[in-house]
């Protein structure tokens, strides 16, 4: 599996030869430094930890400031590991680009959604709202939420109101359009969480399979 | 300059190779169609009721009548398959989007030409526009021959 740490930096649309438009997606994506590399011996499993887009060292914590130096790099601001089956040949401070991904592969794409704030259950599950008028008492009332005397409760994971948005979503399969190796960006077909400028991981599909 | 925009202005056409649209403007869409293996140009004329979008995302409403019913088509303007925008005649609006000729029928769809200094400026600066693009992609194609030339 490859993964690559980047920012979401907008959409835009291309067109193929016969005019058909595809939207996508822009991530600037790496060059990303390999910051630490966890290994069966010493940690219980495998994995390589980037780090993207250089901090001042004011920003960095000392034990981020610490790790940085021994890399022989700036602190980052965005760390994320890569798990691996086996021990990775990459070496600590290594550099991942784009070049890493092909044209056409499918990937999926991690991000931290826009947080909507506390939100009612028509714009956070899809409920339908009451009628408007005609003396109505519930334009947006969630309506009922169960029975009565038994069970006497409300179930557990019974959908309401709350904090909605600014969680971690993966987008599954989404085929690479374009790749700019001169100014690091991929082009992702359709959409990908989160809003502009937020950092998102870009990784190999675990389960699409390659239309041919 | 925004990264997008920078992008978009890379992978769209040239400045060059569109022409100033407003809405009011009557044009001939030159759109490159398919007839089963054959491709062919098809002239699509009438008026640009609303330019939208901006970018590589810019499109127009093309609104023409074709045997007294309303015809509108949707152009991307940096359609590979929209080869050239001719504006025969300009109108003289003072509205961004005419959806409401949609609701009139005869004499009443008519829109006032935009004439006077400022007209023929444009028509002046479309020429211009006109003449660069021919000139760029003469020796667009003339550097073409010669690295076919090389090749061989």
């Known amino acids: ?212 | 300059m925004d990264l997008i925009d920078g992008i978009e202005k890379e992978l769209g056409k040239s400045e060059n190779e569109l022409p100033t649209l407003r809405a009011g403007c009557q044009v001939d869409v030159h759109y490159l169609i398919r007839e089963g293996e054959k491709e062919r140009i098809q002239i699509f004329s009438g008026m640009v009721i609303a330019v939208r979008g901006r970018g590589i995302r810019r499109s127009m409403i093309v609104r023409r009548i074709v045997q007294g019913e309303g015809v509108e088509r949707i152009f991307p303007l940096h359609s590979p398959r929209v080869k050239d925008i001719v504006i025969t005649r300009r109108g003289d609006v003072r509205r961004a989007k005419l959806y409401y000729l949609r609701d009139r029928t005869g004499k009443s769809t008519r829109v006032k030409e935009f004439l006077g200094d400022k007209a023929r400026n444009v028509r002046e600066l479309e020429k211009v526009r006109r003449a660069d693009l021919a000139a760029a992609q003469a020796s667009a194609a003339a550097a073409d021959t010669a690295d076919s030339g090389e090749e061989d």
Do not use: W
């Open chain 1, 1 to 212: 599996m490859t993964l690559i740490l980047g920012r979401k930096k907008g959409m835009t649309q291309l067109f193929a030869e016969d005019g058909t438009a595809t939207g996508c997606t822009v991530v600037e994506a790496g060059p990303c430094t390999v910051m630490q590399l966890r290994t069966q011996e010493k940690n219980g499993y495998s994995a390589v930890q980037l780090g993207f887009e250089d901090v001042r060292d004011k920003v960095a914590s000392k034990p981020r400031r610490g790790q940085a130096a021994q890399v022989g790099t700036a602190p980052k601001r965005f760390l994320r590991e890569d798990r691996l089956a086996g021990d990775s040949d990459l070496e600590v401070g290594a550099a991942i680009t784009v070049e890493a991904f092909d044209c056409g592969q499918l990937v999926d794409v991690i991000g931290t959604s826009r947080g909507r704030g506390f939100s009612g259950t028509i714009r956070r599950h899809g409920f339908a709202r009451g009628p408007k008028t005609h003396g109505s008492r519930n334009y947006r009332k969630p309506g009922s939420i169960g029975c009565s005397a038994y069970p006497s409760r409300v179930f557990k994971g019974k959908r309401s109101s709350g904090h909605f948005g600014a969680k971690r979503i993966t987008t599954k399969n989404l085929e690479i359009l374009r790749i700019d190796t001169g100014r690091n960006l991929l082009f992702i077909k359709g959409a990908v969480p989160g809003p502009r400028n937020g950092f998102v991981q870009v990784q190999t599909a675990k389960t699409g399979v390659q239309k041919v």
